[in-house]
């Protein structure tokens, strides 16, 4: 069975910085691309990273581009989501997603909550 | 940005009752490669997103076949035939044709 796990939220305040770790299990993680997506308090769904399966590549949609960090470790099944200068409108559940070829976000973790406010 | 248009924003349905999602893209989806990357994901109350249907019209596996997806290019429908109490929630639609990946405002179906 597919396992997304996420933990590292919190409150932090406007301009530090919070890195959120995904342990996954039950599938070959460097076989999967991985990606983390937000959703605002009430709000749709927005992408915010994604990563190669061996981490050679990222990407990233511009409103946190150069403030997020997506990263991995292979060895330890691990995903991470390092982010810097944090702002208001960065709070949200942030989910890590598994990408199948072609099909991301295939499976979902149940989400870590940021809030950022003073 | 691709913006996905989600109509309509409320649906209520009784039991049994067919109902369909319209998603309507700013661009065609269709993507170089001949595949149209939009899919269709369910988020029930206090849980997270799930994959319905990729590709327009691909069942993801364990989703039930009461769940169908059609359309091209620009215009993109789901269909529940047959709506049972388990399918309510917010249905998004999602494209993966163009970067950056983008969702639609979600259509959430209230069982009457």
């Known amino acids: 069975e597919v396992q997304l796990v996420e933990t590292g939220g919190g409150l932090v305040q406007p301009g530090r910085s919070l890195k959120l770790s995904c342990v996954a299990s039950?599938?070959?993680?460097?076989?999967?691309?991985m990606s983390w997506t937000r959703q605002a308090p009430g709000k749709g769904l927005e992408w915010v990273a994604s990563?190669?399966?061996?981490?050679?590549?990222?990407y990233y949609p511009d409103s946190v581009k150069g403030r997020f960090t997506i990263s991995r470790d292979n060895a330890q099944n691990t995903l991470y989501l390092q982010m810097n200068s944090l702002r208001s409108e960065d709070t949200a559940t942030y989910y890590c997603?598994?990408?199948?070829?072609?099909?991301?976000?295939?499976?979902w973790g149940q989400g870590v909550m940021v809030t950022v406010s003073s | 940005d691709v913006v996905l248009t989600q109509t309509p924003p409320t649906l209520s349905a009784t039991i049994g009752q067919s109902v369909s999602i319209s998603c309507r893209s700013s661009?065609?989806?269709?993507?170089?490669?001949?595949?149209?990357?939009l899919n269709w994901l369910l988020q029930r109350p206090g849980q997270s997103p799930q994959l319905l249907i990729y590709?327009?019209?691909n069942l993801e596996s364990g989703v039930p076949n009461r769940f169908s997806g059609s359309g091209s290019e620009t215009d993109f429908t789901l269909k529940i035939s047959g709506v049972e109490a388990e399918d309510l929630g917010v249905y998004y639609c999602?494209?993966?044709?163009?970067?950056?990946?983008?969702f639609g405002s979600g259509t959430k179906l209230e069982i009457k």
């Open positions: 997603t598994r990408d199948r070829i072609f099909t991301p976000f295939d499976y």
């Open positions: 039950g599938f070959t993680f460097n076989n999967y691309w």
């Open positions: 990563i190669t399966n061996s981490g050679g590549s990222t």
């Open positions: 661009q065609s989806l269709l993507d170089s490669d001949g595949d149209t990357y």
């Open positions: 590709s327009v019209s």
């Open positions: 999602m494209q993966a044709t163009h970067a950056p990946f983008t």
